[in-house]
């Protein structure tokens, strides 16, 4: 069974050729034995025939019953050796297959078994004891093999003989009344069928062969194939799972290989008792890069950060490329806290040298925080979140490195635990979801769109209201990762609403950073793509004080995103600054005066006055004016005099997940959404 083995650790196409060839040869075997069996036994009959046939029609008109019975005397005798002579000839003319079919022996028998004639003289009148003669007395033409030329055993007994019995029957009888008993020499037969079987074994041969042949040729391709196909998967399979844990831009681990590498130190610790050092590294002003010299800048340099920590390291630790511009540093031995520490400041010397980018001197500063375990956590979450606590710490403070302190994550200020915990619900996959607040007709009978809320459910402190991490997020650069994930959010609910018939528009908001990001334009084209949802479907609002903030760079995004067909919208208005140049040339098509003068517009003049402003304003320059924070009818009633258009608040509907909308819209005429019309920036 060793062969076996050997062929099992073979190549497809190496089992496929010997199997096959086992297989091929056994069929061979199969198919020559059988038509072996088949050839012999034709040309057995044949041979029986051509003797019957012969004998018959030349030895059988001699006889006569009165022979049968009687015997022949001398000169019957002689006619009857003369057929016999001469049927023997006929039967050796017969052809190639019976030129040797000489008669050894003839005898013939009465029904009694008496033998009347035999060329053997001497048994002629002895009484025949063969079993085969009841059966030719039956009229059955009876042949076998026989290795003697009587049955008594005399004569050449090596030779193979042809024995045959055949009926002598008269035409006026009903029954053979003798039987002639002939004994033909086999090797004329056998010669005939080894040439016969010769051949067939060589066609047998050559056919399979040329069937194995081909068939190996045609797995000699499908095996090519397979290896092809193979390695295109085998290499698909290795892109897939590179690209699952590796950064797209640098090359480096992403954050799904440092959380599992991080917890595989951690899990060795526990049994070997090291030390296990996480490090966090955030660059700080590199949006300054981004902004002044371009993101294609940015890319260069963040590619150039990873060989640089990496010249500082051991073989076994492992550098990864978090998102934007964080990187982490994962160390799975450390002495302890000094030599983390000591890693950290190597590091950030290495970072503070210039970096070569196409020609221009760029210069980094980072900081960096410090989680070791098990002393500030058993896993792999909780070392993240103590360095992310401690990399804010070191930015909060100017401190370069700081290694993480328990109390920090008590005592620090809030926006420290609220952007850590962020950064994770972000990686999450049902921690922030959108609430939605309709948009009324003032008459509340027709909806004209939707204003999209983010809610964060933390999975410890349960419902986090939007204004504890809003304005915390706002001051970093995760607003943008946030604004993006708001947007699918916004865009995937919208397209299911749409699949059932509802084209209802969504507004989402905007803050300050996200109207400096040029990138904004592209991100808002491939969401909306990503989607297949028309661009007068989704509304991005933003406030005033935003807009003022940086007119020009803002400008420049707001009017490439109405170039999409996306429509615009101020918020909060009369809360800003906003100059009526900077108002008039701003491509948006709705004002929404800010909930504090409409909750006070039935308590005060001065309030009454100004939504009344804003609303003629408005209606001046061509927009439709919402009112924001309408909380009973009286306000409602005072709005619809004042001829706003819209209203949003707590009297019509207050904010509600997704399934409460559907319910809603199918209930409530939703308003078609209007053509954009508003001119371009000159």
């Known amino acids: 069974m060793d062969w076996i083995r050997r062929i099992r650790g073979r190549g497809v196409l190496t089992r496929f050729a010997v199997i096959s060839a086992l297989l091929t040869v056994a069929v061979g075997l199969v ?26 029609l030349g030895v059988q008109p001699q006889l006569s019953r009165y022979d049968l019975t009687h015997g022949f005397d001398p000169a019957r005798l002689a006619d009857v050796e003369s057929a016999v002579e001469s049927a023997s000839a006929d039967l050796g003319d017969g052809g190639p297959e019976m030129a040797g079919l000489d008669p050894v022996r003839l005898k013939i028998m009465n029904t009694a078994g008496t033998i009347v004639y035999s060329d053997d003289h001497s048994l002629i009148g002895r009484q025949s004891d063969s079993d085969d003669l009841a059966a030719a007395l039956g009229g059955d033409v009876v042949s076998g093999f026989a290795h003697s030329s009587t049955e008594e055993g005399s004569g050449d007994a090596d030779r193979r003989l042809l024995e045959v019995y055949v009926p ?38 050559i056919s399979l062969a040329a069937f194995w042949a081909a068939m190996f040729r045609f797995m000699t391709g499908v095996a090519g194939r397979m290896r092809r196909q193979t390695r295109d998967l085998q290499s698909s399979v290795d892109r897939n799972r590179h690209q699952a844990t590796h950064d797209a831009l640098t090359g480096l681990a992403n954050r ?101 980018v196409d020609g221009i001197s760029l210069d980094v500063e980072v900081s960096v925080g410090i989680a070791v375990a098990p002393m500030h956590g058993t896993d792999a979450e909780e070392l993240l979140r103590g360095a992310d606590v401690a990399m804010y710490v070191a930015k909060e403070v100017k401190a370069g490195a700081v290694v993480f302190e328990p109390h920090d994550h008590i005592t620090a200020p809030s926006r420290l635990n609220v952007l850590g915990d962020l950064r994770r619900a972000l990686d999450a996959e049902d921690e922030l979801l959108l609430h939605y607040q309709p948009k009324f007709t003032l008459d509340g009978a027709r909806i004209e769109g ?15 209201p939007p204004a504890e991490f809003i304005s915390v997020a706002e001051g970093t650069g995760i607003i943008l990762r946030l604004t993006e994930r708001v947007l699918s959010l916004a865009l ?13 528009p969504v507004a ?22 990503r989607y297949g949802v028309p661009a007068r479907l989704l509304r991005l609002e933003v406030t005033e004080s935003a807009v003022m903030g940086d007119a020009a760079r803002c400008l420049d995004v707001l009017q490439r995103l109405r170039d999409l067909g996306v429509r615009l919208s101020i918020d909060d208005f009369g809360t800003g600054y906003s100059s009526m140049a900077y108002l008039r040339q701003l491509p948006v098509d709705e004002l929404k005066i800010d909930r504090s003068f409409v909750m006070g517009m039935t308590e005060t003049r001065q309030d009454a006055v100004l939504v009344r402003t804003a609303i003629d304003l408005g209606h001046n320059l061509g927009l439709t004016v919402v009112a924001e924070g309408v909380e009973d009818a009286e306000q409602a009633s005072r709005l619809r005099e004042l001829r706003c258009d819209q209203a949003q608040g707590f009297h019509f509907a207050r904010p509600m997940p997704s399934e409460d909308v559907t319910a809603l819209l199918d209930r409530v005429e939703i308003l078609p959404a209007p053509t954009t019309r508003v001119p371009t920036v000159r």
Not at 315 to 320: G, S
């Open 492 to 504: 995937s609910q919208p397209r299911r609403w749409l699949t059932d018939g509802h084209a209802v």
């Open 450 to 464: 939707l204003e999209a809320l983010l809610r964060w459910r933390h999975p410890e402190r349960g419902l986090v």
């Open 168 to 205: 002598v029957h008269f035409a006026d009888a009903a029954a053979p009344e003798g039987a002639m008993e002939l004994y033909l020499p086999y090797a004329p037969v056998a010669a005939a069928i080894a040439e016969d079987v010769r051949t067939l074994i060589l066609t047998l041969v």
């Open 31 to 56: 198919l020559s034995q059988v038509l072996s069996a088949a050839i012999t036994e034709r040309a057995r009959q044949q041979a029986e025939w051509t003797a019957t046939v012969t004998v018959r």
């Open 256 to 356: 799904v290989q440092l959380r599992d590498r991080l917890q595989q130190a951690v899990a060795a610790s526990a049994t070997t008792g090291d030390l296990v050092a996480v490090l966090l590294i955030d660059l700080d002003r590199f949006k300054e890069i981004n902004e002044s010299l371009g993101h294609t800048y940015g890319d260069k340099l963040l590619r150039q950060i990873g060989p640089r920590l990496r010249s500082i390291l051991r073989e076994e630790d492992l550098v990864a490329r978090l998102g934007g511009d964080e990187f982490a540093v994962l160390l799975p031995v450390v002495d302890g806290l000094a030599e983390a520490s000591a890693v950290a400041e190597r590091l950030r010397d290495a970072l503070h040298r210039p970096f070569d």
């Open 508 to 529: 989402v908001n905007l803050s300050t950073r996200c109207l400096l990001d040029p990138e904004l334009p592209d991100l808002v084209a491939t969401l909306l793509t």
